[in-house]
């Protein structure tokens, strides 16, 4: 395995209908099993296609974390496309430098953003609609299989002490980081991984999808970061794990000194300092 689609088409025909990613949209849980994923890419390759963006075409992706985000980053590199993520929290200053660096030709965004990205001057469409707009495209089964130097994305910095870099990955290089993950993470066909970190960094990427698609473990994605949700989460959807950064950590340990001091138990919430 040396390529992401071959993860992916390999993930697809060893767990087939397993949940592969998973998302609570209002009181309806949408679930994608790991072969309508694959599916899903194939379909979404072709539509890009017929868009009119070709091999090494730039697309810019602006979003929070969905199933769709994952299905369009497997669309694009079925199709060849190169997919450039970016934060949801980005500055509209910081998305047109990334824009005109890369010469981004398509940009997918957010409702919660559509507004910044109807400004970028590129053909344009919301990710929540996606799956809707796949409705009776037709898979492409004859299109290329990609190549292992092939380029995947395009990770930029955040440009916090100076002009945002691009960094070119390619297949192997993000394949080879998801193997020697896989020799040091602990999950299995039963974990049940809650996403809190941007799919836009690669952190989040490798260890938190490419590593979990290889071991059959199903994503969970909230519909927001707010503690009282993700708390709720944690428990209706029976989360075994996450990964967090001290970020993270910081949020938990805030919304629990909120919940302490509304229910007026600040004194027994304190160390002991005797």
Not at 244 to 260: C, K, S, T, Y
Request: proline fraction near 5%; glycine fraction near 6%; include cysteine.
């Amino acid at each position: 395995m040396t390529t992401l689609c071959q993860l992916l088409q390999g993930a697809a025909a060893e767990f087939s209908s397993k949940t592969a990613v998973l998302m609570q949209r209002g009181y309806r849980i949408e679930r994608w099993s790991y072969q309508y994923l694959w599916e899903f890419s194939e379909r979404l390759a072709t539509y890009l296609r017929g868009k009119g963006l070709q091999h090494g075409d730039r697309l810019l992706l602006w979003a929070p974390n969905m199933p769709e985000w994952v299905g369009l980053y497997f669309g694009c590199l079925r199709a060849g496309v190169i997919l450039v993520p970016i934060d949801v929290r980005s500055t509209p200053d910081f998305v047109v430098k990334v824009k005109e660096k890369t010469s981004a030709s398509y940009l997918f965004v957010s409702q919660i953003n559509q507004e910044q990205g109807s400004k970028l001057g590129i053909p344009m469409q919301y990710l929540e609609d996606l799956s809707q707009e796949l409705d009776g495209v037709s898979s492409d089964s004859c299109l290329p299989s990609p190549a292992e130097e092939d380029i995947a994305e395009v990770m930029f910095t955040s440009g916090t002490t100076g002009e945002p870099k691009g960094v070119i990955l390619t297949h192997r290089n993000i394949v080879s980081n998801a193997l020697a993950s896989a020799q040091v993470i602990s999950i299995d066909t039963s974990s049940r991984v809650l996403s809190l970190l941007p799919l836009s960094h690669m952190l989040e990427q490798t260890v938190e999808l490419m590593t979990l698609l290889k071991f059959g473990a199903t994503v969970v994605y909230p519909a927001s970061q707010q503690p009282g949700l993700i708390f709720r989460t944690l428990k209706e959807q029976r989360i075994t794990t996450i990964v967090l950064v001290p970020q993270i950590l910081q949020l938990f340990w805030n919304a629990i000194e909120r919940e302490v001091k509304k229910q007026g138990r600040e004194q027994l919430w304190q160390p002991d300092n005797e």
